[in-house]
């Protein structure tokens, strides 16, 4: 049972156009979302995260939306860089116990930005 | 400076033998993590330490054993390996239970 789903495995953007990226979950209890970003034979890197009590974080060129109601989160990268090509993963978490969270993540999106 | 580091980067082991990955970290955080990235490029947690008591141990053969000598390090062993265990292993660790994690580079292990 996949709690959090990236459904598109891929996506071209043209340098300085907004990139979208798109996760949807099915757990009600998750109340933290992250979004990662991994080049290959590296550790994914955190972006940014949004905690469920909010509906928009911004930093820098990232946004992340949450919506609730729709069990659904976005990235957006604006503008996109060729240096943000690589591969997108949403993760949520419900708080676990005090002191460590599992998180769950997404099979990840595979970002092009094409010059 | 490295973050969190892993040793070794790649392991190529056969079937029945038994290896150890390890892992450190350097920002002073209390919570640490081993995840497992599959074939199907699935990140799923095993196990999660909190200043070297387990707190999180998913459902995870007991051939694979955490062990935390300190909380900057999470060591994991993996007795009588099988193909299946092929598979990218991250560490990570994290200031306290609901903030982020911060991941190591991975070790991709092959079992032939």
């Known amino acids: 049972d996949q709690q959090v789903k990236q459904n598109s495995p891929s996506l071209s953007v043209q340098e300085g156009r907004i990139s979208i990226l798109n996760c949807d979950y099915t757990n009600s209890m998750f109340d933290y979302f992250l979004w990662y970003k991994k080049y290959p034979a590296e550790g994914p890197t955190f972006l940014i995260s949004i905690s469920s009590i909010k509906d928009k974080n911004e930093d820098g060129r990232f946004t992340v939306f949450l919506n609730k109601s729709a069990k659904h989160l976005s990235l957006h990268i604006v503008p996109s860089q060729p240096g943000d090509s690589a591969v997108y993963f949403c993760?949520?978490?419900?708080?676990?116990?005090?002191?460590?969270?599992?998180?769950?993540f997404g099979t990840g999106t595979r970002l092009q930005v094409t010059l | 400076d490295t973050a969190v580091s892993q040793t070794p980067k790649y392991l190529v082991t056969q079937m029945g033998n038994d290896k150890s990955i390890k892992c450190e970290q350097n920002?002073?955080?209390?919570?640490m993590y081993w995840y497992k990235q599959d074939s199907k490029k699935f990140l799923k947690i095993m196990f999660s330490?909190?200043?070297?008591?387990?707190?999180i141990n998913e459902t995870v053969p007991n051939r694979f054993s955490p062990k935390s000598p300190d909380k900057a390090h999470l060591n994991l062993h993996i007795n009588s390996l099988e193909l299946g265990d092929s598979a990218v292993y991250f560490c990570?660790?994290?200031?306290?239970?609901?903030?982020?994690?911060?991941f190591g580079p991975g070790t991709r292990l092959t079992v032939t």
């Open positions: 920002l002073g955080h209390d919570t």
């Open positions: 330490y909190n200043n070297k008591e387990l707190i």
């Open positions: 993760a949520a978490s419900a708080i676990y116990t005090g002191t460590a969270s599992k998180l769950t």
């Open positions: 990570a660790s994290s200031r306290y239970g609901g903030g982020e994690q911060y």
